[in-house]
């Protein structure tokens, strides 16, 4: 389990918001990359994968997508084609699955495994609900628990979702955020359409049921 001193300084402040007994996991060697354009997707697999020791980077895997016609501008409105394409780069190292609850999301993460998931952000970074007008995708790599316990010891898995915060980059910041699960799974299981600004010429905008309670499982 990670101390106070492996978290980034300026997030250590938001671990007095969730008390004193909190616990928390989470995959040190990612590094934040922040996105240009619409590759909220991309930078997140690039993120997980450069963590776990795979040699890539963010317009590799742009020109990967956009070869599969998955993409025009980087944009990545299907679980499945992000999935794809990590497995293009690292076969047999992602699958598309249903969102799990916080006991199962938990366990997969004190695992080492990454999740990518969608949800509609919003300005602060949050999980807001807008249809999915809004969507943007999360690396989900550690978890905090609220429950009261022993700050010393082995982690086990949360059973109240109430009590699990999830750690994550997203590429809009280069900060650690703390995002409640419950939160992180209401938008994703709110997302229906890309809303009026994007236009489908300039997007590829797939249908999405291949976003709305679907994770990317990223296991290597």
């Known amino acids: 389990m990670e101390t106070i001193s492996d978290i980034p ?3 250590q402040s938001k671990l007095s918001d969730y008390g004193s007994n909190s616990r928390f996991i989470f995959d040190k060697n990612v590094k ?3 996105q240009i354009g619409p590759k ?3 930078v997140a697999l690039s993120m997980s994968l450069k963590s776990k020791g795979i040699d890539c980077n963010v317009d590799e895997i742009f020109g990967i997508a956009k070869e599969l016609n998955y993409t025009i501008q980087g944009e990545m409105f299907s679980a ?3 999935s794809e394409v990590a497995n293009k780069i690292s076969p047999g190292c992602s699958k598309v699955e249903e969102f799990p609850g916080a006991s199962e999301l938990s366990q997969r993460l004190l695992n080492g495994q990454h999740i990518l998931v969608a949800y509609d952000c919003d300005k602060n970074f949050s999980a807001t ?3 999915g007008h809004k969507a943007h995708w999360l690396l989900m790599c550690g978890f905090l628990d609220k429950s ?3 700050k010393e010891g082995s982690m086990s898995p949360v059973q109240n979702p109430e009590d699990l915060i999830i750690l ?3 590429g809009k910041s280069r900060y650690l955020g703390f995002f409640p699960y419950t939160a992180i799974f209401e938008s994703n299981a709110q997302l229906f359409e890309a809303g009026p600004i994007r236009l489908s010429d300039e ?3 797939e249908d999405f049921v291949n976003l709305r309670n679907k994770i990317v499982s990223i296991n290597i």
């Open 9 to 11: 300084p300026i997030t």
């Open 32 to 34: 934040p990359e922040l």
């Open 40 to 42: 909220c997707g991309l």
């Open 80 to 82: 499945y084609s992000l």
């Open 129 to 131: 609900k807008h249809n």
């Open 148 to 150: 009261s316990g022993e």
């Open 168 to 170: 994550g980059y997203q």
């Open 203 to 205: 997007y590829n905008l």
